[in-house]
Each structure stands twice: as C-alpha cells, then as structure tokens.
C-alpha cells in the first residue's frame, strides 16, 4: 500500500492558478515503481473535480487522513467535506507538485 506524506509530497493549496499538475519536472528516482506517476495523478485529477465525491475519498484506507494548511481531516466523511470546503468557490486545490532530490 502507498501512503502519500501530506504537503511534502502534495502541496494542497487553495488559489486557483492551474487545473492540472505539472509533471514537467517529475523524476522518480530509483525505486520507484512505474504505476506510482499514474497514481498520483489519478489522486489530483480526483482533488480537483468537485464532482467526484467517492472517487476521491477511495484513495484513503477508512481511518486515513489529509492534513492541508492547517485543516486535519481525518476519515472519509471529513477528507471530502475538507475538499468540499477548499472547493467551495471555484479554486482548485493542487497548484504545484514538490518532488524532493
């Protein structure tokens, strides 16, 4: 099972700059597995559309959380009204992808 460190993978921010992520500079380094890229941006396409509810929430095991900024959500029920909230006027949330050296 993956598990995705909040913000240092993810930088979850709500200004809607991009609708997509840039993978431009994306550069698994060894050991990472081929299927990880598609992963992830299966998990921001599902960030981003406020229409996929279940969706989203289907990334996180049932106790899972989502820490962004300084909102903890944690359960599938507070991750999508997190995500609801940040959502709520139109912004996207996933504005740069920070892929560490």
Known sequence: MIFIRPISVLTFVAVGIASAANFVDYDPQPGVKD?????????IDAAENPNI????????????????????CVGATRIQACKDYFLADGRELVVSLSFPP
């Open 53 to 72: 509810t279940t969706g989203f929430t289907d990334y996180f095991p049932s106790d899972g959380m989502q820490t962004t900024l300084t909102l903890h």
């Open 35 to 43: 299927d990880f890229r598609p992963f992830v941006q299966a998990l």
